[in-house]
């Protein structure tokens, strides 16, 4: 069993809806929680970085963590076609850790 | 400030042939990274170098030699390729005890 999972998607939605995205884990020590964007044939890009429970806000973009579920959620607002994108989670243990991501969910807004 | 480069951008290899994917950071980060993308796969860490002069095994090693030349540049070898090492290669980088990797344009790679 892999220590991060990731619906590998596709998820299509039109355009102006909310995107919801998720990843479970099963390593209790991880404690900090990141999602990447990726655009197709790019290299991923930050995102959100949350450490420990509780949500984060910034603009459309808002990342939840549940540590007591294992369960971490990015929701996407407003959703537009330039969100269409593969998005990655990653978590790590420690300030220095190594990053373990997620298989990454494609997202696909359509106008 | 170009961030993190990668050359090449595309390579083909015959079965056995070696080669030498390179990475460089403008950034003064500590940290860099190799990573290989596979389809379903995600992100699967090969080699890690947490400092300049330090170099670690990650999830996916076997196959893959690393060196840390300076601060700057950071470079994965593969001696003898296989089949099995088609995948699309990223570089990345980061502060020391950084929360953002910064990734590179990627390198693709196909063994025949």
């Known amino acids: 069993q892999k220590e991060v999972e990731q619906d590998p998607g596709p998820l299509s939605v039109p355009e102006g809806a909310i995107v919801s995205l998720n990843c479970t884990y099963s390593?209790?020590?991880?404690?900090?929680f990141m999602w990447y964007r990726q655009y197709s044939r790019k290299g991923p890009e930050l995102l959100m970085y949350?450490?420990?429970?509780g949500n984060k806000e910034d603009g459309r973009f808002t990342a939840q963590v549940d540590k007591s579920s294992k369960y971490i959620s990015l929701f996407i607002r407003d959703s537009q076609p330039s969100d269409s994108a593969t998005y990655l989670c990653?978590?790590?243990?420690?300030?220095?850790?190594?990053?373990?991501f997620g298989a990454g969910t494609q997202v696909v807004v359509t106008p | 400030n170009a961030g993190v480069t990668q050359t090449p951008k595309f390579q083909v290899l015959k079965t056995g042939q070696s080669m030498t994917l390179q990475c460089a950071q403008d950034?003064?980060?500590?940290?860099m990274y190799w990573y290989r993308q596979d389809p379903g796969m995600g992100l699967r860490l090969i080699y890690y170098?947490?400092?300049?002069?330090?170099?670690d095994k990650g999830e996916v090693p076997n196959g893959y030699n690393v060196s840390r030349l300076n601060k700057r540049e950071f470079s994965l070898r593969l001696e003898s390729a296989a089949p099995s090492q088609t995948s699309v290669y990223f570089c990345?980088?980061?502060?020391?005890?950084?929360?953002?990797?910064?990734f590179g344009p990627g390198t693709r790679l196909t063994v025949t």
């Open positions: 949350t450490y420990s429970s």
């Open positions: 390593n209790s020590a991880f404690q900090y």
């Open positions: 950034m003064n980060h500590n940290s």
């Open positions: 990653a978590m790590k243990e420690d300030s220095w850790g190594k990053f373990q």
């Open positions: 170098s947490a400092s300049e002069g330090t170099t």
């Open positions: 990345a980088s980061s502060e020391a005890y950084g929360h953002e990797q910064y």
